[in-house]
T-cell receptor
């Protein structure tokens, strides 16, 4: 069965520190997609990134970067020079194709607090 | 504006009440989903609709009854709920298996008293 584990339940850092959120997944599929979502206090989940299983290139977008390592089934997310606005719950998710749609299996989330 | 609109944002209901949650998307997506988010639990998939046909029911109790009259609208009808059903209910949509992920609504915070 598909499974996503985010071992860090809560992380608290001081503004401008770098922080890495861990994500480990389990799947038997050879083709799959991994995602990160951000959930601010307002509630909606905001899409951050999608990575397919054949592309192990790391990605950087501004202060955000993602490290995908298939050998260790990990897809970690790093925020550089964190800001208070980065405070949110972050979810890692793994896709599973179903009839004409897709099912996302989510980790339990990591609550990130950036203190001024 | 996220493209997926959920109403109401907050709902308090008694265990004998009947209420409905509404979700609407204007993105032209064919698939719509209901997820439940309880405190300290991962998001749980409840239902999946593809072109208004239900394709997945994740062993959800019958007190939750989904309805999808067309690809743009999704409802979750609630009746005789229990206090443990209190949670954030999130609606999402996607374009088939385009695997660009979901677009989520802001959710309905449900409290059952």
């Amino acid at each position: 069965a598909q499974k996503v584990t985010q071992a860090q339940t809560e992380i608290s850092v001081v503004e401008k520190e770098d922080v890495t959120l861990d994500c480990v997944y389990e799947t038997r599929d050879t083709t799959y997609y991994l995602f990160w979502y951000k959930q601010p206090p307002s509630g909606e989940l905001v899409f951050l990134i999608r990575r397919n299983s054949f592309d192990e290139q790391n990605e950087i977008s501004g202060r955000y970067s993602w490290n995908f390592q298939k050998s260790t089934s990990s897809f970690n997310f790093t925020i550089t020079a964190s800001q208070v606005v980065d405070s949110a719950v972050y979810f890692c998710a793994l896709s599973e194709a179903i009839q004409g749609a897709q099912k996302l299996v989510f980790g339990q989330g990591t609550r990130l607090t950036i203190n001024p | 504006e996220t493209g997926v609109t959920q109403t109401p944002r907050h709902l308090v209901m008694g265990m004998t009440n009947k209420k409905s949650l509404k979700c609407e998307q204007h993105l032209g997506h064919n698939a719509m989903y209901w997820y439940k988010q309880s405190a300290k639990k991962p998001l749980e998939l409840m239902f999946v609709y593809n072109f208004k046909e239900q394709t997945e029911n994740n062993s959800v109790p019958s007190r939750f009854s989904p309805e999808c009259p067309n690809s743009s609208h999704l409802f979750l009808h609630l009746h005789t709920l229990q206090p443990e059903d209190s949670a954030l209910y999130l609606c999402a949509s996607s374009q088939g298996q385009a695997v660009y992920g979901y677009t989520f609504g802001s959710g309905t915070r449900l409290t059952v008293v």
